[in-house]
C-alpha cells in the first residue's frame, strides 16, 4: 500500500514569492491534515479536512495561506506571499475516522526554505 | 486546551541498553488516546506505539513499551535492546476521542544511540 505521498520534497524561494504544496493521502483516509513544524519542534496543526470540507483551520494565517481539497483526496497548500518566517518543512498526513484506532500517517514532508 | 510536555530534549542510551523517554499530559478528559511517533534524520514519522486510556494494561509492541499513568497523566516510552536505528526524534501526542482525530504533539525528545 502506498504511503502518504507529497510533493516537492524541497523547496527554496525568495520572500515575497508564491510557493505551493501537493500531497496526496493513502487511499480511502477520509481525514487529510496539514502541520508546520519548525526546527526542533513538534508538528502545529494548520488544517485538516473531513473529505472535502475544511472542518478546523484555526490556526492557518488566512491572509496568507490557502489550502484546498477538491473532491476529497488530494490536497493543495499554498503560502502568498511568503515571509522568512514560513520556512519549516510542511507535513501532511491522513487518517481513516472510523471507529478507531486513529493514527495518523505522515509523508515525507516539504522542506521549505525562504530567502 | 490539551497540552503535552516532553522534559527531555536530548537522551543519549548505549547500543542495547534501555532507555525511557518521559511524557506528561493535560487534559480534563476521561477518554482519549496517546502516542508516540518516532521521527529519524529523513524526516518521516512513523508510529510506535499507541495506548487507549480506558485500558489500563499497558502497550506493547516488540522492543517498545509504554507507561501508562493515567492519574499522573504521565505516558513514557521504554526502549528495550536500543538499537542504532533508533536513533531519532520521539514524539508524544495526545488525541481527544470525540474530536475527530485532532492531534496535540509534544516538542520531541532526540535520542541517539550510541555504538
Known amino acids: 500500500e502506498a504511503g502518504v505521498v507529497q510533493s516537492p520534497r524541497y523547496k527554496i524561494i525568495e520572500k515575497k514569492q508564491p510557493v505551493a504544496f501537493w500531497c496526496n493521502p493513502i487511499s480511502g483516509h477520509n481525514t487529510l491534515y496539514w502541520y508546520r513544524q519548525n526546527l526542533g519542534q513538534g508538528p502545529e496543526l494548520l488544517i485538516r479536512?473531513?473529505?472535502?470540507?475544511?472542518?478546523?483551520d484555526s490556526q492557518l494565517p488566512k491572509d496568507r495561506f490557502s489550502a484546498e481539497r477538491l473532491k476529497g483526496v488530494d490536497s493543495t497548500l499554498k503560502i502568498q506571499p511568503a515571509e522568512l518566517g514560513d520556512s519549516a518543512v510542511y507535513l501532511c498526513?491522513?487518517?481513516?475516522?472510523?471507529?478507531?484506532?486513529?493514527?495518523?500517517?505522515f509523508g515525507p514532508g516539504t522542506r521549505l526554505t525562504v530567502t | 486546551a490539551q497540552t503535552v510536555t516532553q522534559s527531555q530534549p536530548e537522551m543519549s542510551v548505549q547500543e542495547a541498553e534501555t532507555v525511557t523517554l518521559s511524557c506528561t499530559y493535560d487534559?480534563?478528559?476521561?477518554?482519549?488516546?496517546l502516542f508516540w511517533y518516532k521521527q529519524p534524520p529523513s524526516r518521516q514519522m512513523i508510529l510506535v506505539i499507541r495506548q487507549e486510556a480506558y485500558k489500563q494494561q499497558n502497550a506493547t509492541e516488540n522492543r517498545f513499551s509504554v507507561n501508562f499513568q493515567k492519574a499522573a497523566k504521565s505516558f513514557s516510552l521504554k526502549i528495550s535492546d536500543s538499537q542504532l536505528g533508533d536513533t531519532a526524534m520521539y514524539f508524544c501526542?495526545?488525541?481527544?476521542?470525540?474530536?475527530?482525530?485532532?492531534?496535540?504533539f509534544g516538542t520531541g525528545t532526540s535520542l541517539t544511540v550510541i555504538p
Open positions: 498526513a491522513s487518517s481513516f475516522r472510523g471507529t478507531g484506532p486513529y493514527e495518523q500517517y
Open positions: 479536512y473531513e473529505n472535502e470540507e475544511a472542518v478546523d
Open positions: 501526542a495526545f488525541m481527544k476521542s470525540n474530536t475527530g482525530n485532532q492531534f496535540y
Open positions: 487534559t480534563s478528559e476521561n477518554n482519549y488516546y
